[in-house]
Structure formats: structure tokens, C-alpha cells
């Protein structure tokens, strides 16, 4: 079963940048689809972005197309995630997730993922 770590959040101000890291306890870690999903404080869990196993397509919620990047470095079991242009409505707690079934990485809702980690902080002061 793969473990997830997250790190990288933290405080910033809006239209700062940030870069938040997935680590994996597994060298299988590129059999997996990755995606990143937040959770504000009183609020759902919502899906951010994904990515497939190789690197060779993802997928953007809507209000963080062309600020945010997932990227991942199969060999350092690692998935990235770029935020620039940081908004206060960005604050939340980020998780990130695997899955091991799926090909695409399109449409994917929480339920698909089995794998989570904990979660990291991120907060954007105005």
C-alpha cells in the first residue's frame, strides 16, 4: 500500500507562489495516477489537478488553469504541484492521492483515489 507524504505549504501573501511535493514509499509510484485536491477550512474537498503516470497529461480545475502546474519525477517518486498568482481563495489544506486503476487522468472525482496522505497548510493573506 503506498504512502503518501505532502510538504511544501505554508503562508504567503496574494500573487505570491508556492510549490507543494508528494512523496511516495514506493518505487511503484509510476503505476499510479496522481492527483492533488483542497479542502478549505468548513468546505468540501475539491479536485485540483491530475496527472497520469508518465507525465504525459493532466488535468486543471477550472479557476487554476494557467496558475497552477502538476509535474512528477517518477524517479524520485515525487508529484509536484506549481502555484503562482496565489488568491485568498486558494487557502486551504492540500492533499494528494493515487490511483492505481485508471489510464486517464481526466474527470477524476476523490472517490477514485484510494491512496491519500495528510495534508499540508497553505494560507494566502490579502
Known amino acids: 500500500q503506498v504512502q503518501l507524504v505532502e510538504s511544501g505549504g505554508g503562508l504567503v501573501q496574494a500573487g505570491g507562489s508556492l510549490t507543494l511535493s508528494c512523496t511516495a514509499s514506493?518505487?511503484?509510484?509510476?503505476?499510479?495516477?496522481v492527483g492533488w485536491f483542497r479542502q478549505p477550512r468548513g468546505e468540501e474537498r475539491e479536485f485540483v489537478a491530475s496527472?497520469?503516470?508518465?507525465?504525459?497529461?493532466?488535468d486543471y480545475e477550472d479557476s487554476v488553469k494557467g496558475r497552477f502546474t502538476i509535474s512528477r519525477d517518477n524517479a524520485k517518486n515525487t508529484v509536484y504541484l506549481q502555484m503562482n498568482n496565489l488568491r485568498p481563495g486558494d487557502a486551504a489544506n492540500y492533499y494528494c492521492?493515487?490511483?492505481?486503476?485508471?489510464?486517464?487522468?481526466?474527470?477524476?472525482?476523490?472517490?477514485?483515489?484510494?491512496?491519500w496522505g495528510q495534508g499540508t497548510q497553505v494560507t494566502v493573506s490579502s
Open positions: 492521492a493515487a490511483n492505481l486503476m485508471r489510464s486517464r487522468c481526466q474527470g477524476m472525482t476523490s472517490h477514485e483515489f484510494a491512496y
Open positions: 514506493e518505487r511503484t509510484f509510476a503505476a499510479y495516477i
Open positions: 496527472i497520469t503516470r508518465h507525465g504525459d497529461s493532466t
